[in-house]
DNA sequence: ACATAATATGCCTTGACACGTATATGCTCG
DNA sequence: CGAGCATATACGTGTCAAGGCATATTATGT
């Protein structure tokens, strides 16, 4: 559990990270609200805390954990190299991105924007020398 | 496998990703850049295609695989609710949203960010005896 | 001090997945 | 057709993390 994107792969600690976006909870309320064992609610903070995503201060007998917003901008940082690809021009793919099922975009004369060179079977590609 | 972020979590994926940032590739090539196995690369290619994340067209006998852009716009759109922690122009925002719920919530040179916050918290559920 | 609430931790089992090696499939050319 | 390259898949293996359960720890009030 080192980087910041195994942190955010399990459901559950996505889920607790969505939970303290609209405001700090306690354990016992994270655990209630996400129907999941008190025991897993401490071991998911525990992983979201030494990951530096949340932090948490005591009240009373609880604590109550909020977000830190460090290692979720690292996500963003890594995240900005491919924003190329869609902040510019992406037409109906922006609205939509259940529908990852694309039928052909192989006609010509139209959407070439990002693709470089699709070819299927022609002979542009030097021919690889058999080697020995 | 189901969610995009499991997907890339695996350092070797995003590294894939990132080499594909720049322009389409080969399977050969992402394996002598990456300095990883064939079996490897093809593996983790096979992973990201099925998600969406990349999709490729044959040349000659090789693979070409390219970005595809929607997987990584979920990624975007699932940060967009922790974007008002780090923008600063929504700063004042999130101090009003945060005065309902937050006593105190970090930034440079203000609250008071580790004071025992003594407990205010409103109670959905049965509490056993408030301490007065 | 005792009982109890809130949270943390330890142990164990189970399942997923990444990796390596070997092999299969597919394509191209002589 | 047969050789050779490029990529895909199959199989076996080790590792690691998530979940459940029991228990430890810390705080609170009587």
Redesign the interface.
């Known amino acids: 559990m080192e ?1 910041v ?2 942190v ?2 399990e ?1 559950n600690r ?1 889920a607790i ?2 939970l303290l ?4 909870q ?1 354990v016992g ?1 994270i655990e ?1 609200q996400l129907h999941m064992t008190q025991p897993g609610v401490s071991k998911h903070l525990r992983v979201l805390r030494e990951a530096g995503f949340v ?1 948490s ?4 007998q609880r604590r ?1 954990y ?4 460090e290692p ?2 690292e ?2 940082m ?2 900005a ?3 190329r ?2 902040s510019a021009h ?1 037409d109906a ?2 609205r939509h ?1 259940d529908r ?1 099922t ?1 039928p052909s975009m192989g006609q010509p004369g139209g959407v070439d924007k ?8 022609s ?1 542009k ?1 030097p021919r690889p020398k058999p080697r020995t």
Do not use: G, Y
Not at 21 to 24: D, H, I, M, P
Not at 57 to 60: F, I, M, N, S
Not at 66 to 69: D, E, G, H, S, T
Not at 114 to 121: D, I, P, Y
């Open positions: 980087s994107f195994e955010i792969a459901p996505r990270l969505s976006a609209s405001s700090q306690s309320e209630r932090e201060t005591v009240d009373a109550l909020r977000l830190r917003p979720l901008q996500v963003d890594w995240l190299q491919f924003r690809f869609w992406l793919l922006e991105l990852m694309h990002l693709t470089l060179t699709k070819r299927k079977t002979r590609t």
